[in-house]
């Protein structure tokens, strides 16, 4: 991708990624998410409902396929939900 080869930093990722969330997550999931944010590759998802984290845990695959494609790259390597 254009942002990796031009050595932009992984802030701009994580920008990207941030704005995508509402998008790729849709908006119910959204509102009850209270942080997103990368560290290390790894996408580290907060929301406040119990239910919600177990439904996200076991879609984390697929989350991580999802925004990967967004974002034109392999560049997430997990998805940790809390």
């Known amino acids: 991708m254009m942002?990796?080869?031009l050595g932009w930093s992984d802030d701009v990722?994580?920008?990207?990624?941030k704005r995508g969330w509402q998008?790729?997550?849709g908006p119910l999931i959204a509102r009850h998410t209270t942080r997103v944010y990368v560290?290390?590759?790894?996408l580290y998802l907060h929301v406040d409902s119990a239910p919600l984290r177990h439904e996200l845990s076991m879609g984390k695959d697929r989350i991580l396929q999802r925004f990967n494609h967004y974002l034109g790259e392999d560049y997430l390597t997990d998805v940790v939900v809390r």
């Open 39 to 42: 560290h290390k590759r790894v």
């Open 13 to 17: 990722m994580e920008a990207r990624i």
């Open 23 to 25: 998008k790729l997550a």
């Open 3 to 5: 942002v990796r080869r």
